[in-house]
């Protein structure tokens, strides 16, 4: 199975339209993908569905770059 | 043209939402038939509904509680696949005065006519969002835009509707989720029945129409806001009043 980086970031290339190395650890996503507060909703849902997790409102908030979601579902997992 | 389309009717057990289920299962939608505490009504509507040879079920949830939504959506999503068209119907009144209103009685309208037309809007739209298609239809009332004196609950849960209408079409446009409401006026149920001869009088004197609305009136806008040909219209709140309210 892929390292959770990689199908984070092939969902984030797919749903956001992006350039793979753009997908960074450090990028951000509204600031260097261009997306939207509801791309960021529509990523964390696709992101459950992929790790099969919840992520609660509070945690999803507090994701802001690529970083940030990586970290939150090595967290849990 | 609905065929095959699944749709959830909150307060379908009777009344408008009874009809509007009916409505939809004519166009060969699958229905779920949301009650709060009417089971064997809702049971009879299923019924009549899979009459019309499309899947239908009666499912138990109480709109203003959040767990028992999201189960609700979960097993109608589970049991048709997919979920095509939300409508919001489910709505309670306990009319007063302003100045004789229990704090309760207001909590009670608001809970289950707004806070519930919110929360079933959040659980399916998830669904939606994937679909990258969706259609919510709220009953909002005509009273809502009006104003009606003993109904200060009702009338603040209703006019929020519209507002939320509004809001959640913003939001949701992009993702091709469409999100308009119905304003009925009298519309001819049980609570129009309960009406005496100067009360009836008193208000056709208002409606241009010079009549009562059906359950029909109401359905067939519903239907037509879900459909394929009302795919530009979105935020709206549409009057179904006999011209009551311009």
């Given amino acids: ?77 | 043209m609905l065929k095959g389309k699944s749709v959830l009717v909150t307060g379908a057990s009777r009344g408008i939402g009874r009809t509007i289920a009916i409505e939809f299962a004519k166009q060969g939608a699958n229905v779920a038939v949301n009650y709060a505490g009417s089971e064997a009504k809702a049971k009879e509507v299923a019924e009549e509904l899979k009459s019309y040879g499309v899947q239908a079920f009666p499912i138990q949830a109480n709109v203003s509680h959040e767990d028992s939504v999201k189960a609700m959506v979960k097993e109608v999503i589970g049991a048709f696949g997919s979920l095509d068209i939300l409508v919001n119907n489910a709505g309670v009144t306990r009319d007063n005065l302003l100045m004789r209103m229990k704090e309760e009685e207001f909590d009670d309208v608001i809970n289950t006519n707004l806070k519930g037309v919110f929360l079933c809007t959040k659980a399916v739209t998830r669904q939606m969002m994937k679909q990258r298609a969706g259609r919510i239809v709220n009953v909002a009332s005509i009273v809502g835009v009006s104003g009606n004196p003993g109904q200060a609950n009702y009338v603040a849960a209703k006019a929020g509707v519209i507002g939320l209408t509004k809001t959640t079409a913003k939001e949701l446009a992009s993702r091709n989720i469409l999100v308009n409401a119905v304003a009925p006026g009298f519309i001819s149920t049980d609570m129009t029945e309960a009406l005496n001869e100067e009360q009836k009088e008193a208000m056709l004197s208002v409606i241009p129409l010079d009549r009562f609305g059906e359950p029909e009136d109401v359905a067939k806008v519903v239907r037509f806001l879900a459909s394929d040909d009302a795919s530009y219209i979105t935020g709206q709140t549409i009057h179904i009043d006999g011209g009551m309210v311009m």
């Avoid at chain 1, 956001?16 to 753009?22: G, P, R």
């Avoid at chain 1, 964390?44 to 992520?55: C, S, W």
């Fill in chain 1, 1 to 77: 199975m892929a390292d959770v980086f990689d199908r984070v970031k092939e969902i984030i290339v797919d749903r956001l339209d992006v350039e793979e190395e753009k997908v960074t650890l450090e990028a951000s996503f509204k600031d260097d993908l261009d997306a939207d507060s509801l791309d960021v909703v529509e990523l964390v849902m696709e992101l459950e569905d992929e790790f099969d997790m919840e992520i609660a409102d509070e945690e999803a908030e507090k994701i802001n770059t690529v970083g940030d979601a990586v970290n939150y579902i090595n967290s849990v997992s």
